[in-house]
T-cell receptor
Framework: ETGVTQTPRHLVMGMTNKKSLKCEQHLGHNAMYWYKQSAKKPLELMFVYSLEERVENNSVPSRFSPECPNSSHLFLHLHTLQPEDSALYLC??????????????FGSGTRLTVV | QKEVEQNSGPLSVPEGAIASLNCTYSDRGSQSFFWYRQYSGKSPELIMFIYSNGDKEDGRFTAQLNKASQYVSLLIRDSQPSDSATYLC??????????FGQGTTLQVKP
């Protein structure tokens, strides 16, 4: 595996379900990010992790719970979601916190549909 | 004022023409500038970055930076239908993250 991999690629869940999104980066990067992208809308930053420490939480509802067990893995735990949470969820990583050196590398995303 | 502004488009150009995509930013301290391409339903892909004033060329792509005017642009020469996508401008901020514009949708018509 190379780059940033996200699983699953597609997820359909009911509003009472609990599911998790997984992200793994194989680049030796030190920072990881979760973004939400709704249809026809800009990227929304959700969480930032630097060296496994959460450094930013952009007022994300508590039904989204991130976890970063090590610098290569990032999870987004989902529970009691709403239909408006349906979106493309993107994981990204960067060599340096903030991505100023080389930008971000994005995973392929998880297309989430809440029914 | 948004931190990073792009015209959402769509920008429509005929095949073979030059497409010019523009981006302005508000933080004078920004030092790194990136262009991402995002096909519909896919994730953003980094295609160009620029740090210094002037032009940087890579194949059919040229990034242009003018820090005094807080302006960065992407030129695509000999546009192809496969260039049809949304182009995101991203700028580093002093808050330790990249700030993304809303993206410009480019349509290249055969």
């Amino acid at each position: 595996e190379t780059g940033v991999t996200q699983t699953p690629r597609h997820l359909v869940m009911g509003m009472t379900n609990k599911k998790s999104l997984k992200c793994e980066q194989h680049l030796g990067h030190n920072a990881m990010y979760w973004y939400k992208q709704s249809a026809k809308k800009p990227l929304e930053l959700m969480f930032v992790y630097s060296l496994e420490e959460r450094v930013e939480n952009n007022s994300v509802p508590s039904r989204f719970s991130p976890e970063c067990p090590n610098s290569s893995h990032l999870f987004l735990h989902l529970h009691t979601l709403q239909p408006e949470d349906s979106a493309l969820y993107l994981c990204a990583s960067s060599q340096d916190r903030g991505g100023a050196l080389h930008g971000y590398t994005f995973g392929s995303g998880t297309r989430l549909t809440v029914v | 004022q948004k931190e990073v502004e792009q015209n959402s488009g769509p920008l429509s150009v005929p095949e073979g023409a030059i497409a010019s995509l523009n981006c302005t930013y508000s933080d004078r301290g920004s030092q790194s500038f990136f262009w991402y391409r995002q096909y519909s339903g896919k994730s953003p892909e980094l295609i160009m970055f620029i740090y210094s004033n002037g032009d940087k060329e890579d194949g059919r792509f040229t990034a242009q930076l003018n820090k005094a005017s807080q302006y960065v642009s992407l030129l695509i020469r000999d546009s192809q239908p496969s260039d049809s996508a949304t182009y995101l401008c991203a700028v580093n901020s002093n808050t330790g993250k990249l700030i993304f514009g809303q993206g410009t949708t480019l349509q290249v018509k055969p």
